[in-house]
């Protein structure tokens, strides 16, 4: 039976992108289908990791110059920069990235429909266009990558004004003094740091009694200090009851109990709340095709991104954990590849993820916790920013690099970094891993001078001395 394409994907996301890609060098007929009628990319793109992180380097930017030369006339960014000025740096790289994702799609032949997209069975997708037209394509194969979305909070409403959400922030009209941020993840922290950075009095309202505990110990107890350090608030366990304006203040309200059951109110100009993510699974026709998802909405899927159903994949934020873009570009790669009977090597069980926090956060491997609850022998070394000369040049000197790692082999069990470049660095130890390293070769390799990258030979140095200072003795150590 001749069907209208070889692949069809839906959604233009990290995983759709990527899988078109690759598909496409296999000379097949590629349409995705993107429910967005003005970009593609998703929220990866135009309103998630690229725009963020726009956002947090003009602000860092910004932090770096007052932190080496001052306040100018002794007044506070947010009375000197317009958020309009600090948005137009994340305009230009997202239409910059819109236009370089148009661009490989027309290269590469791939065609795009505007729509939502709903599965009729297991090689058929009716799409309903923005004009409210249906029209129905075929394919061999499905990818299903649609992305997720955030919960709505339940005792009151993102309204985009006075409460907004991770999108509508990006659109503020001018710096806040003061800002409340409701949450606990990643994102939390992130914005956290990025409007700190800006001078904004920042609280943190976490409905958890902790927050980021997958962290290394050492690594959460610096982020803590720096938390600190930019008069970040955070209230543990919060319970939100009431959010609302003052209009005679001139001011939102946010009413919330504490851990100890206090009652508090908060006066700030801007909430912004994260809520948990959601697989956006519910009106696609999974159900009616037959494709299993779990409890959570996410599509169950094999090591090959292969449904329940044959002929239909899924990859990306609708499968679940790990939820990054970087990972995602990778699933929709491999489930090309098997789609079409192409060898793949399989992903590497070692995955790092970065915080784009300031400073930044990047792990990959064991923590020391969980080397030691394993029952590893394991030793330690660590490289400290203010050690470092780049970091005196830069005055970033809250950081610090960890290595674990086998006391009777050197070889390398985990890396975890907070400090600038530390979403950089962090692939130098996960090549060694891969490899199945060892820390000698930090030690037999030249750094770059001054640079972050040469912690990894200062962490060296120290954990082969605290092997040798315990009396270990092995034969040609650092050979």
């Known amino acids: 039976m001749p069907y209208d394409f070889d692949l069809i994907i839906l959604g233009s996301g990290p995983a759709g992108f990527s899988c078109a890609m690759q598909a496409s060098k296999f000379d097949k007929r590629v349409l995705i289908i993107e429910a967005d009628e003005h970009h593609l990319g998703g929220g990866w793109i135009n309103s998630g990791t690229v725009p963020s992180k726009a956002l947090r380097e003009a602000a860092l930017n910004v932090h770096r110059f007052t932190r080496q030369f001052g306040d100018l006339d002794n007044k506070k960014p947010y009375l000197l920069f317009h958020m309009e000025e600090l948005l137009q740096a994340k305009h230009k790289v997202v239409e910059h990235e819109n236009a370089e994702i148009k661009r490989n799609l027309i290269k590469n032949e791939v065609k795009t429909v505007r729509g939502y997209g709903r599965l009729i069975d297991a090689h058929t997708v009716e799409v309903n266009d923005p004009i409210d037209l249906r029209k129905t394509y075929t394919a061999e194969r499905i990818l299903i990558s649609t992305g997720s979305s955030a919960t709505p909070p339940t005792r009151f409403k993102v309204d985009h004004k006075r409460v907004r959400d991770s999108h509508s922030i990006l659109h503020l009209e001018h710096i806040p003094r003061r800002l409340v941020i409701v949450g606990s993840g990643v994102q939390a922290i992130e914005f956290a740091t990025t409007f700190a950075a800006l001078g ?3 609280t943190i309202l976490n409905p958890e009694a902790d927050f980021l505990a997958f962290l290394d110990d050492e690594i959460l107890a610096m982020l803590r200090k720096v938390l600190e350090d930019f008069r970040i608030t955070i ?9 609302g304006g003052n209009e005679l203040r001139n001011c ?6 504490t851990q100890d059951g206090e009652t508090r109110v908060i006066e700030t100009e801007q909430v912004l709340y994260f809520g948990s993510r959601t697989p956006n699974t519910g009106s696609i026709g999974l159900d009616e095709i037959g494709v299993t998802t779990d409890a959570h909405g996410y599509i169950e899927v094999d090591a090959t991104y292969r449904t329940s159903v044959p002929g239909i994949y899924a990859a990306g934020d609708v499968v679940g ?6 990972a995602s570009f990778s699933q929709g790669r491999l489930a090309a590849c098997d789609m079409f009977g192409i060898p793949a090597s399989e992903l590497s069980s070692d995955i790092p993820f970065s915080i784009y926090s300031y400073p930044e956060i990047s792990s990959i491997g064991l923590t020391e916790k969980q080397a030691r609850e394993a029952g590893m022998d394991v030793t330690i070394g660590r490289a400290y920013w203010e050690h470092l000369t780049k970091a005196a040049i830069a005055e970033n000197f ?9 006391t009777k082999t050197l070889k390398l069990l985990g890396v975890h970094v907070i ?4 979403c950089e660095i962090i692939h130098i130890g996960q090549t060694v891993m891969a490899f199945g390293g060892d820390i000698r070769y930090f030690i ?4 770059n001078y001054p640079t972050y990258a040469e912690a990894y030979r200062v962490a060296a140095f120290n954990g082969v001395n605290r092997v040798t200072k315990a009396g270990v003795k092995y034969r040609n150590l650092l050979n």
């Open 200 to 202: 904004t009095k920042v």
């Open 235 to 243: 209230y543990p366990s919060a319970d939100i009851t009431k959010v």
């Open 252 to 257: 939102t309200e946010v009413h919330f109990s």
């Open 321 to 326: 954990h790990p939820q990054l873009a970087s």
């Open 398 to 406: 809250d950081g610090v690099l960890k290595l674990v790692f086998e």
């Open 419 to 422: 400090g600038m470049g530390a």
């Open 444 to 447: 037999n390799h030249m750094f």
